[in-house]
């Protein structure tokens, strides 16, 4: 009974920390955000820069360079992969995009370099960045037949509607800046490297700026279709986040902190592995699985295993992976996961081998 309570607290202190800590600052941004995408972006502009049929040496740097920029978790990336996804981005640059926003944000990898070493900071961002490209590539190509049907079953690329006042630049410009805001909030919110005075104070202002664009420059169908789209990707997402996020506390009580030194001190396949595995069992928010992982190695853990876990670690979990199949289907999470996975462990493995001949 005592060990069935100590499980039930973990799941609640989980969910608990993390509504908390990343729901108001991290998740509500990224909804509206996906709510814009789906809404008001006009779906020619992203069918140009990551659509199925533009060209690779285009579309994956942009969906990798747009990742760099987002401080977000696992979790947090899933309505802005929903939302780009539902606009027309191919399954290669979005699964790129999945990949690299909570792998590669800037502040993880500052972070990275400052707790942990540059190596490691250095090793993070380059493999990342391949790894997101490699999968996606893998996954576009491996269901190249499925993702003609979803394109084919898409409306007509046709131009947005968004901000109706003038000339297609004006109603360019507004946009922008009024997406932008809603990624500075994001960022702001996301941050752990702000005071929270300036926090405020900043995200105070971005809102003001915020409101004032939705009371003085959107057309008042435009707001309700943005707002319409938000709420949908929340329904869809929240309650899998839930559940996700719980079972991932208990699994917290129930695994052993001595199975970090006993299992992953090494540089053995097994070690790499297990170390992938803990990551996608023992789902952290963005940012904080650096600090976790200094905590790991003082304890004992190789740096290969501390690679091979940081990789992993922001890019999938098992709340991620619940919410993925429902997006993209059980086939291609599987194939996901298991390349992820793949890749990570094998880093890890050259790595810490590399290490030890240096």
């Known amino acids: 009974m005592d060990f069935l309570l100590i499980m039930l607290r973990g799941g609640l202190d989980a969910l608990e920390d993390y509504i908390l800590a990343h729901t108001l600052t991290c998740l509500v941004p990224a909804f509206f ?5 789906s809404a008001l972006f006009p779906k020619d502009k992203i069918l140009k820069y990551l659509g199925e049929k533009t060209k690779a040496y285009i579309s994956y740097p942009v969906a990798v360079v747009t990742g760099l920029f987002m401080a977000v978790c696992s ?5 802005l992969f929903a939302g780009i996804r539902q606009r027309g981005a191919g399954l290669g640059p979005a699964v790129a995009f999945l990949y690299t926003a909570p792998a590669t ?21 380059i493999l990342s960045v391949s790894f997101a490209s490699l ?10 037949s499925e993702e003609k049907k979803f394109i084919s079953s898409e409306p007509a690329p046709s131009i947005s509607q968004t901000f ?41 202002i971005l809102i003001a700026a915020l409101l004032a664009i939705i009371i003085f420059w959107m057309p008042k169908e435009d707001t309700k279709s943005w707002l319409l789209e938000t709420w949908s990707f929340s329904r869809k997402i929240i309650p899998l986040l839930i559940i996700g996020v719980f079972a991932a506390g208990i699994l ?27 990551g996608v069992f023992m789902y952290f ?41 429902k997006l993209i289907g059980l086939k291609r999470i599987l194939v996901y996961a298991g390349l992820i996975t793949f ?6 493995l050259i790595y810490g081998f590399a290490l030890t001949i240096i």
């Not at 955000?33 to 995408?37: F, L, N, S, V």
């Not at 979790?75 to 309505?79: G, I, S």
């Open 33 to 37: 955000i996906a709510g814009a995408m």
């Open 75 to 79: 979790c947090t990336v899933l309505p």
């Open 105 to 125: 944000n800037i502040l993880a990898i500052i972070y990275t370099g400052s707790l942990i070493g540059l190596d490691l900071a250095l090793a993070r961002i």
């Open 135 to 144: 999968i996606g590539m893998i996954l576009s190509v491996s269901f190249k």
């Open 164 to 204: 109706t006042d003038g000339s297609e630049k004006v109603k360019s410009y507004r946009f922008w800046v009024f997406f932008l805001i809603l990624v500075a909030i994001l960022l702001f919110g996301a941050s752990t490297l702000i005071g929270s005075t300036t926090k405020i104070i900043g995200l105070s």
């Open 252 to 278: 917290k009580t129930v695994i052993p902190e001595k199975f970090i030194t006993t299992y992953v001190g090494g540089n053995r396949v097994s070690s790499n592995l297990m170390a992938v595995l803990f």
């Open 285 to 325: 928010p963005t940012l904080v699985e650096v600090p976790m992982a200094r905590t790991f190695l003082d304890l004992g853990m190789g740096r290969g295993p501390l690679l091979a876990y940081l990789l992993a670690d922001p890019v999938i979990s098992l709340p991620s992976i619940l919410v993925i199949s």
């Open 343 to 348: 890749f990570c462990t094998l880093a890890g």
